[in-house]
């Protein structure tokens, strides 16, 4: 791809041409005017010579593709970033890789005061077991290591790190030498993170936005909180996304509120939601999502950390005050307790203002046709990660070990929600699973499960245009005059209308119909690749070479 001219501002005016513009206002456009930050025209080869010798710069795509950025609905930045920057331990396949990978880590970084790492699995291990703090003692040589496992719902620790957290034997989820989960493991991770300084936070907090700028992500949802990190760790990013060219940041804080009080507090932090982990259950990899019917492969249902009326206390404060309220909702009794609680709101304030609100539900994953209707009916957002399908769903898959294949494969019933009229945000949750947003809708249009496949058109604009609409803007995430010009250019092969299934309706793959075509994502294809993003008319990412 070739420019005029190196730089690029929100005070020029552009033109792209030569090559394919996804755009609902003109399926067949070949060429985009920006102006001022906004998308001014899109159309034609032939008409943009009209435009040709007043705009500022020109930009010859060359055959390249340009689609709306992506908005990446749940994301936790500084992790994302320590994952980035620090141990990664989602490549190991045994359980001696992963001691191998601590003490390779501890061995080169011999000045740290404190070990964060990401990303072990032990159900893809042989060993089907996490470390003991044994063995993690003997690898981390005496330092104080934080590993929490891939859904960061529960974490391995060494005796070193436990020390720095006085009296962490005696709350809820400690185990002497199994996974922490609970109160524990909250305790022990704001000791580790402690650790952190603010530069490192930064340069963690930096490299995550450059990531997502490489893959095309123009904004990202931080799902921040008090049991996930700190208001220092909140505040510091919404400043330097504010400070620098990157990605948009819109910040979420995941603390209960009851009253005006509580919901000035989260404003004044610069969050637009009392959402986002507000935790109503665990995960189903750490047995602590809450179910109706017992786990398959351990004797209970599941941990809950709030129930319906906390749950009606926190939206009917939050709607009151004109913030979103949301939630991580994981099994079906969390879901259960989240519609309760939301219809209690519904019936003290009205349907209307509810639903005017757009509260959300994080992960959604374990629903029913009944809970599905709920959402339908009281307006929730489902900001769900069709990644947790490839990496857990199927057969034999983390998730039928944990509940039975029968239940396994009603998780993360995509086209049941779209069915209904259920709002989608995609996202990926990093650094759970990895920024990927071709990826991710390519897990949705070819789920595990074949009933809960979507198109590829409706997983594109859910992981774009319905982002936005999650944090209550229609008016971005799509390239139409007058919307924010946030876009990717990507070199791609031949463009396709793709229903992946028998099962998704086919009605436009005909041409004829005008629906503009995306890249190809059939397994094993070759994903595109980035080529440059742009937010509000700034150049946030160029492919280095191109």
């Not at 003692?137 to 070193?160: E, F, K």
């Not at 992500?217 to 400070?243: M, Q, R, W």
Request: proline letters at 6%; one cysteine or more; a negative charge.
């Amino acid at each position: 791809m070739t420019e005029s001219t190196a730089l690029q501002s929100d005070h020029r005016t552009v033109l792209l041409r030569g090559g394919d513009v996804h755009s609902p206002a003109d399926p067949f456009a070949t060429a985009m005017v920006v102006e001022r930050g906004h998308v001014a025209w899109v159309g034609s080869e032939g008409a943009a010579d009209a435009f040709a010798s007043g705009v500022d710069e020109v930009i010859d795509l060359e055959g390249a593709l340009v689609t709306p950025a992506f908005t990446d609905s749940h994301v936790h930045t500084t992790s994302t970033g320590l994952a980035l920057t620090g141990l990664d331990l989602s490549g190991a396949r045994t359980l001696a890789d992963a001691l191998g990978l601590v003490r390779a880590y501890v061995n080169s970084h011999p000045g740290e005061r404190v070990v964060l790492g990401h990303g072990w699995d032990a159900t893809r291990w042989p060993e089907q077991r996490p470390p003991s703090r044994a063995e993690l003692d003997a690898a981390a040589a005496g330092l104080p290591v934080y590993l929490p496992r891939v859904d960061v719902h529960s974490a391995v620790v060494t005796t070193a790190l436990l020390d720095l957290v006085p009296g962490v034997t005696a709350l809820t989820g400690y185990h002497p030498d199994a996974p922490l989960t609970g109160a524990a493991h909250h305790a022990v991770r704001a000791a580790a993170h402690g650790a952190i300084t603010p530069q490192q936070r930064a340069e963690a907090q930096r490299a995550a936005l450059a990531q997502a700028a490489s893959l095309g992500i123009g904004t990202v949802h931080e799902c921040a909180g008090p049991d996930i990190s700190d208001e220092e760790d909140f505040t510091a990013l919404l400043k330097i996304a504010a400070e620098q060219s990157g990605p948009r940041v819109f910040g979420y804080w995941a603390e209960r509120i009851e009253d005006a009080k509580g919901a000035a507090r989260i404003q004044e932090l610069g969050a637009v939601g009392a959402a986002g982990d507000l935790f109503v259950d665990g995960s189903l990899g750490s047995h602590t999502a809450f179910l109706h019917e017992p786990y398959a492969d351990a004797p209970h249902t599941g941990t809950a950390h709030l129930d319906a009326a906390q749950i009606a206390a926190h939206v009917t404060a939050c709607t009151e005050a004109g913030l979103q309220a949301g939630f991580h909702a994981i099994g079906d009794a969390a879901v259960s307790a989240v519609v309760a609680g939301v219809r209690a709101a519904s019936e003290a304030l009205g349907l209307a203002r509810i639903r005017a609100a757009r509260h959300r539900v994080e992960h959604a994953e374990m629903l029913t046709p009944e809970t599905i209707a709920a959402f339908a009916e009281l307006g929730l957002t489902a900001s769900v990660q069709p990644a947790f399908d490839a990496a857990w769903g199927g057969p034999d898959g983390m998730y039928a070990g944990r509940l039975g294949a029968e239940r396994a494969g009603t998780l993360n019933p995509y086209a049941a929600l779209l069915r209904a009229g259920v709002p989608l945000a995609f996202g990926s949750d990093s650094p759970v699973t990895p920024l990927d947003p071709w990826g991710t809708v390519r897990a949705a249009a070819f789920h595990r499960t074949p009933e809960h496949r979507i198109s590829v058109r409706a997983g594109f604009t859910a992981h774009t245009r319905g982002g936005w609409r999650a944090v209550g803007r229609d008016d971005a995430g799509v390239l139409v005059p007058g919307a924010p010009a946030d876009y990717a250019v990507w070199r791609t092969g031949e463009l396709v209308v793709q229903a992946p299934d028998d099962r998704v309706s086919r009605w436009s793959t005909d041409p004829r119909s005008g629906t503009p075509g995306l890249p190809d994502l059939t397994p094993g294809s070759e994903l595109p690749v980035c080529l440059r993003t742009v937010v509000f008319g700034q150049t946030v990412y160029v492919r280095p070479n191109e």
